[in-house]
């Protein structure tokens, strides 16, 4: 728990003070008074089982789970950094110092997987590196061609680059400590596509494919001690349904069906890979009202779209009804209901909402101008700016600062103003997705504001990524005005017998394994390539010492790879 806001609290609550500074603190510390105690559910400590579980709950957004085996032991989900896992471990040795022999990922999240390292390198006979037979695929899928989106909106959506003191929690964890300490991805060794059944150091393990959070989602049955590990489908608030940092559509149904095959095992303990664990008839309850919330929320969405009702509509009537409402794990300190309701109908039927003014409307500039036509003047708009920040209508303040910004009109002024709105808002709000995303997004209008890298490249994160992702990203990074009526053929040649062709024409890389007709050859290993596209290198001080060999034309490949942005 955040020792700043209890004291927030306390301070608040007693003052006598009339100032509107005050009463707005006051405000703020009441809202999030029951956000402040959901930390509660992070404090570090690791939970013990006398079956051989063991659970770390609190040392980063994600939990750790040990199971003591005969002859060694097995790590459900990794960390989110090797730093966390080397603490985890130091608990966990104290317990058992038997050798890791497994490392099981539920799903390819980052707090899942990227402290996998510092386990694996332990051990001088190297662990077996479990997950669904996709998972490699989603991992190098955010790594890869949407890394710059998903890493700013994740950072925004956790608070990463916010003060430490002004990030309560994260919903399910902590924080998300990714960026604060080298991250050490494994690619899994063995996989699996709908069931594994095997046994580990004595231990019979039972891994299920089960769609939800993720598509790659699996959970781990031990049928012996009756004890299962469900991931990222079950924690201790309503589930993000649909996350705000942006993801895959999340199949509802399959969601519900999964935590159907859950309770059909009957579990005694259940350790989710976020908040804290439960045992007894608890579990079996929590199950039930969890996959009940998710369930309704889902048919209601459909029963409303079916009578003609949009997206937005639907999102502002749909409560859970009071029977599920009332359980702690269904309060909206991740998801939330409105947001779940979005990417249901959008799963469903798209982005179209079915009302023809919104099919192909007037561009955000051409609005921008009809507003200003309607209010007078941009002066006016301005102006109505001003009196919506005085009047704390903070929502309507944000929607004239963008077409303020929309039009260029007195940037400076109205990112100050929309930094103050944003701000007002984030510092009300009781779901930290939302509450992190504000107060980040208004940081980042600070002046002198710099990006922090959310995921550090490094040559050993590298070596654990497919040389395929590198050209993918290539692709879709290709800046086509640079390559107006140009044709051109650049093959490689890698070490490893790889051979990829880049084929630029109308505006788009083509991505082949033709090696004829080349404009250039390419010769390299795959590391080498790997580092110079990520930066670890310098490409230029790479293809000038010849590691990566240009045959003679190393300017002409610098000019080829000056169309592709960073």
């Not at 150091?201 to 790659?216: M, R, W």
Request: proline share 4%; glycine share 6%.
């Amino acid at each position: 728990m955040r020792k700043t806001y209890l004291l927030l609290i306390l301070i608040v609550l007693s003052a006598c003070s009339d100032s509107t500074d005050d009463h707005n603190r006051e405000i703020e510390a009441v809202v999030l008074a029951d956000l402040i105690q959901h930390s509660k559910e992070f404090e570090k400590r690791v939970y013990s089982y006398e079956n051989g579980l063991h659970i770390a709950v609190g040392y980063g957004i994600a939990n750790s789970i040990m199971i003591e085996g005969v002859d060694g032991n097995i790590i459900i989900d990794a960390s989110d950094s090797v730093a966390e896992a080397e603490e985890v471990y130091s608990h966990f040795n104290k317990i058992n110092p038997n050798p890791i022999t497994a490392i099981i990922y539920t799903h390819n999240h980052g707090d899942h997987t990227f402290g996998a390292a510092y386990y694996y390198n332990l051990e001088e006979e190297k662990p077996m590196v479990i997950a669904h037979e996709s998972t490699s695929h989603y991992v190098e899928r955010i790594m890869g061609i949407l890394n710059p989106i998903i890493s700013k909106r994740s950072s925004r959506m956790f608070g990463t680059e916010l003060p430490s003191d002004e990030v309560i929690n994260v919903g399910i964890g902590p924080y998300l400590g990714v960026s604060q300490s080298p991250i050490g991805y494994i690619k899994p060794t063995v996989t699996f596509s709908d069931e594994l059944k095997i046994n580990i150091s004595g231990i019979e393990l039972e891994l299920y494919h089960a769609p939800g959070e993720t598509n790659d989602q699996l959970f781990v049955w031990l049928p012996k001690q009756k004890a299962l590990m469900p991931g990222d489908n079950i924690y201790r608030t309503f589930p993000n349904l649909y996350t705000i940092r942006g993801t895959p559509h999340r199949d509802v149904k399959s969601w519900i069906r999964s935590l159907d095959h859950m309770r059909t095992l009957k579990p005694e303990y259940l350790l989710p890979s976020h908040t804290k664990p439960l045992s007894g008839p608890d579990v079996m309850e929590t199950l039930t009202i969890y996959r009940d919330a998710i369930q309704y929320v889902h048919d209601q969405t459909i029963r409303l779209m079916n009578k003609g009702y949009s997206a937005d509509e639907i999102s502002n009537v749909i409560e859970l009804p009071l029977e599920v409402s009332k359980s702690p794990f269904v309060r909206e300190f991740y998801g939330t209901i409105r947001w779940s309701v979005k990417s249901i109908f959008n799963g469903y039927l798209g982005w179209f909402d079915g009302n023809v003014s919104n099919l192909d409307p007037l561009s955000s500039k051409d609005y921008a101008e009809r507003l200003v036509m309607l209010s007078g003047g941009k002066e006016e708009l301005f102006m109505a700016l001003q009196q919506a920040i005085e009047e704390e209508d903070m929502q309507w303040a944000l929607q004239l600062s963008d077409s303020l910004l929309t039009l260029n009109y007195k940037i400076d002024a109205t990112k100050k103003l929309r930094q103050k709105a944003i701000q007002y808002i984030g510092d009300r709000a009781t779901n930290p997705n939302k509450r992190n995303y504000f107060l980040s997004s208004a940081n980042e209008l600070n002046d002198g504001y710099k990006a922090e890298p959310l995921l550090p490249q490094t040559s050993e994160l590298l070596n654990e990524i497919s040389i395929d992702m590198f050209f993918d990203i290539l692709s879709v990074r290709l800046k086509p005005e640079k390559t107006i009526g140009m044709t051109q053929r650049v093959c490689f040649s890698f070490d490893s017998g790889v051979i990829k062709t880049i084929t630029l024409r109308n505006g788009i890389a083509e991505i082949s394994s033709i090696d004829t007709n080349c404009d250039i050859q390419i010769r390299t290993t795959e590391q080498i390539f790997k580092e110079a596209l990520a930066g670890v290198r310098n490409p230029v001080m790479s293809v000038a010492s010849g590691e990566i060999d240009a045959g003679g034309q190393r300017a002409k490949f610098l000019a080829f790879l000056s169309n592709f942005s960073e």
